[in-house]
């Protein structure tokens, strides 16, 4: 239900822009996010959006990247600005009702995009 596009090797300091389309009204009424999974790490936390608009960003992205949601194309969209050679991973996008103490909690979400791979060269 969840389609991720956008990602792809890039520089470091390049940028980069995510995107996340659902299907069915997947977004309404819940909260979005993405996280972000290295090999042989545990998945992490990026950003989410709540319902309200509010944003909140995982300490190692924040004044960096931007999460964003379109309602009228049911897409979200991470804009990554700076990028690292420690941010590369397989990004997911995210949705479900979260309450805001579980929000950088994965188990949290219900619905899950298959990942796309950003990979940021040195």
């Known amino acids: 239900q969840l389609v991720e596009s956008g990602g792809g090797l890039v520089q470091t300091g390049g940028s980069l822009t995510l995107s996340c389309a659902s299907s069915?009204?997947?977004?309404?009424?819940?909260?979005v996010a993405w996280f972000r999974q290295a090999p042989g790490k545990v998945r992490e936390f990026v950003a989410q959006r709540k319902r309200d608009g509010r944003t909140y960003y995982g300490d190692s992205v924040k004044d960096r990247f931007t999460i964003s949601r379109d309602g009228a194309k049911e897409t979200i969209y991470l804009q990554m600005n700076n990028l690292k050679p420690e941010d590369t991973s397989v990004y997911y996008c995210?949705?479900?009702?979260?309450?805001?103490?579980?929000?950088?909690?994965?188990?949290?979400?219900?619905?899950w995009g298959q990942g796309t791979q950003v990979t940021v060269s040195s």
């Open positions: 995210a949705a479900g009702q979260v309450p805001f103490t579980r929000t950088r909690d994965e188990t949290a979400y219900d619905y």
């Open positions: 069915q009204g997947t977004f309404n009424e819940k909260e």
